[in-house]
């Protein structure tokens, strides 16, 4: 079995991050960026898969887009098992909106033959669209299944159990599909030393927009369907109000909470 994950490099979640004053695109450069994890969910979801193939022929290959960078993520996807690499990376890809961002990785995905799986997160911490794997799947034209808590492929089915708060859901669909996993759906493995020293001999192929047949007015910040037309940091925090009790001191926590229409 083929099988595809779509991983992205994201600004690491317990940093600050913030947008460039320039064009409000999400300044990448100010924060250290890692592996979204909800993506290392979905690598784990692709091995464990890869090592139930009775035959042992199943393939994992990680497609990121994004600058150079972008690489210590894709290394850390190869770490953790997977065992190829595609990067779309290209200056022209800056600024491009979740339809482009899914037109282009389609595209990229579209030159590694025939592909049985495309897996994803659910959502990526920084963008949180939230919209992605959906969004590459009609690309495709294959089936999607959304929001997995858990994973099986039988055959040439798969399925998928989707639990939310009015139940659960059982979806199946015939391969190839899109399938994007949840963060309950496994606990991702710590790469070893071992996988580690393997990914830096693991084939990564970098293609440009030429060389994924993108044309570049199909991407980028120029061409996007949604923009942010302005932005400001958030202000710093301010002190709390300070309520000294002088036998009104119920009195005036009431008269803040209605000033804060709490109630």
Do not use: W
Request: charged share 25%.
């Amino acid at each position: 079995m083929n099988i595809v994950v779509l991983v992205k490099q994201v600004p690491d979640t317990y940093s600050e991050r913030k947008l460039s004053s320039g064009d409000h695109t999400l300044d990448r450069d100010a924060t250290d960026a890692v592996l979204d994890e909800i993506n290392e969910r979905a690598i784990e979801s692709a091995l464990q898969l890869k090592e139930g193939d009775g035959a042992g022929d199943s393939t994992v290959t990680v497609v990121a887009m994004g600058p150079d960078r972008a690489t210590d993520a894709i290394r850390k996807a190869l770490s953790m098992g997977a065992d190829k690499a595609v990067h779309l990376s290209d200056e022209a890809l800056h600024g491009s909106c979740a339809i482009q961002t899914s037109k282009a990785l389609a595209k990229v995905i579209g030159t590694l033959g025939e592909v049985d799986l495309v897996l994803a997160g659910n959502e990526a911490s920084d963008g949180r669209t939230g919209a992605i794997p959906a969004m590459v799947a009609d690309v495709l034209g294959l089936p999607s299944l959304t929001h997995a808590r858990e994973l099986t492929v039988d055959g040439a089915t798969v399925t998928v159990r989707r639990e939310t708060d009015d139940g659960v859901t059982v979806l199946t669909a015939e391969l190839p599909a899109v399938v994007s996993v949840n963060e309950k759906i496994n606990e991702p493995r710590y790469p070893s030393f071992k996988g580690i020293m393997a990914a830096k001999k693991k084939p990564v192929t970098t293609l440009t927009l030429a060389d994924a047949g993108i044309d570049a007015s199909e991407v980028g910040l120029a061409n996007a369907t949604s923009t942010v037309t302005s932005s400001q940091p958030k202000p710093p925090k301010s002190g709390g109000e300070k309520v000294t009790d002088e036998g009104d001191g119920g009195q005036k926590i009431a008269a803040f909470l209605v000033g804060q229409k709490l109630i």
